[in-house]
């Protein structure tokens, strides 16, 4: 379901088809990320492991300084490990 007030770019829509990402993984993420991050550009990214795709993290970027707010890209962050595996990057 989306969020009110948040609209996905065209760029945001055409990732998620050329990655196989449900639409209701980006709401989900924005309306229960497990952490959110500012960065220097001033966009909000929320981050949110999917248990439906092994755990990974899916990060979602949004402009919050435009109205209707929008999603500017979503992909899965390799840099960030699954809860299942340990430091040394081996699995548990």
Do not use: C
Not at 13 to 29: F, G, S, Y
Not at 30 to 59: S, V, W
Request: charged share 35%; net charge positive.
């Amino acid at each position: 379901m989306p969020v009110p007030e948040t609209k996905l770019t065209g760029h945001a829509k055409d990732a998620l088809e050329e990655r196989a990402i449900p639409e209701e993984w980006v709401w989900r993420t924005i309306t229960t990320p497990d952490r959110t991050e500012i960065r220097a550009d001033n966009n909000t990214h929320y981050i949110k492991a999917i248990p439906e795709y092994g755990g990974r993290f899916l990060r979602v970027v949004v402009n919050p300084h435009v109205t209707p707010r929008r999603v500017v890209t979503v992909f899965f962050d390799r840099r960030l490990r699954r809860d299942h595996e340990t430091q040394s990057g081996q699995r548990e």
